[in-house]
């Protein structure tokens, strides 16, 4: 079936330093959405993407779907203490009402 | 105050014992899930519903039902549990598959 992994799966970083996490779809994705979970929280919304190679902004994230839309990726710059929390890419399957989660990145800010 | 409402948000059960999860939204939305995480597997869907009436299997439906009679309420039911359902669950809507998802605040459950 179809599959979206996140790649890493854990990060550390000091405050201050940047951080990317990468979603890989097996398949095409209509749209992608980006989700983030603080620990012993749920998920909350932070972005959709529709368009092939859109890029969007929300003051330190930027946000990229790839041209074939099959990836994308997160980038936070000069993180924080408040980016601490699982980063999850999301979208509709093709051809289904089904929609997947990606393994999710848990980032972890050393003050 | 939009959001959504799941209960209970703890339950430890024993194996067997027929259980409910509730789930509520009151935002009029059609699409509503349920999710189940596990550590390193992200969040992954049991079942759907595209509106009252009109459910269907996600990826992992074994040993759930769901049943949307109302569009606001969307439980899960657990017709006889098993410890490998330990888990926690989160309940979701959304206007469509293709917009925005609220989550409940979930429901860790303990199966013994």
């Known amino acids: 079936g179809q599959q979206v992994m996140q790649i890493p799966q854990y990060q550390h970083v000091q405050e201050g330093e940047d951080f990317t996490t990468y979603c890989n779809s097996s398949?095409?994705?209509?749209?992608i959405q980006w989700y983030k979970q603080r620990p012993g929280g749920h998920p909350v919304f932070l972005i959709q993407l529709v368009k092939s190679g859109e890029v969007k902004k929300q003051k330190r994230l930027t946000f990229q779907f790839g041209e074939a839309k099959k990836n994308s990726s997160l980038h936070i710059t000069a993180t924080q203490t408040t980016d601490v929390g699982t980063y999850f890419c999301?979208?509709?399957?093709?051809?289904?009402?089904?929609?997947?989660f990606g393994t999710g990145t848990r980032l972890k800010v050393l003050a | 105050e939009a959001q959504v409402t799941q209960n209970p948000r703890y339950l430890i059960t024993v194996t067997g014992k027929k259980l409910t999860v509730t789930c509520s939204q009151n935002?009029?939305?059609?699409?509503m899930s349920w999710y189940r995480q596990d550590p390193g597997l992200g969040l992954r869907q049991i079942y759907y519903s595209m509106n009252v009436e009109v459910t269907d299997k996600g990826d992992v439906p074994e040993g759930y039902k769901v049943s949307r009679k109302e569009k606001r309420n969307f439980p899960l039911i657990l017709e006889s549990p098993s410890p490998n359902q330990t888990s926690l669950y989160f309940c979701a809507s959304a206007d469509s598959m293709n917009t925005e998802a609220f989550f409940g605040q979930g429901t860790r459950l303990t199966v013994v």
């Open positions: 398949t095409t994705l209509s749209n």
């Open positions: 935002m009029n939305h059609e699409y």
């Open positions: 999301a979208g509709p399957t093709s051809g289904t009402y089904k929609y997947i």
